[in-house]
């Protein structure tokens, strides 16, 4: 697996040197914990590692913990990744990237079934909204959708074990915000907002397709098309 494509470090918190600029001692543990920062997430967090004199300083403190800012979507997404590779480095992204790689066919469902049922175009992207109301209406309109929502909430990553369109549903988006790829920014509504980390898995993916050959991208695609014919 490529330096650029290194899974984010789920580390115990440091905490910054005096050396690091007041108020990103916050930002570095996000980063630190394995988490995923964009404008979605953590708008003044992106905006401060956008800035190159706040990016260096944060580089040159986790430098000094063998720790390094990786990126994805183009510099619009930061993780954590390993400076240097050693075994023991190697070994933890290694067992990373195997759970990234056994929660993809279950995402990758996901990701078809709102596309498909949303009528979009373009798959679902950072800062994209999703309204669960009106999503879940469209499913349970057309039986096709409500049997891949169906399948796809009983996979082990989601974990449904009920038969009904509005347990399933709530449940695979739940357990999305748990997991970092959507977040709900008001919980008096049923709005739902897309992260960075679904862009860090586009590049997974991508990363997959020319390495192992699987073609996820196409088939996904193929699915679409075939669907909106």
Known sequence: MSESMQSPLSSKSVAPSETTLVGTGMLIEQLLRGEFICRTTNEDGWRALKSPHTFEKIEQYLNQINRTISSAAEGDVFFCGYQQLGEQEKKVISSQFKDICSALVPL????VLVQESSGQDAPLSEGAPIRLTELQARIEDTPAFMEQLAKLSHYRLFGSTSHNVDNQIKLVFKRLVELGYLVKPNSEKQIYIATG???YLYEVIRFIDETEGLSLE?????ATQRDLV
């Open 108 to 111: 990758v469902e996901w990701l």
């Open 197 to 199: 980390k679904l862009d």
């Open 218 to 222: 196409a088939q996904a695609e193929t």
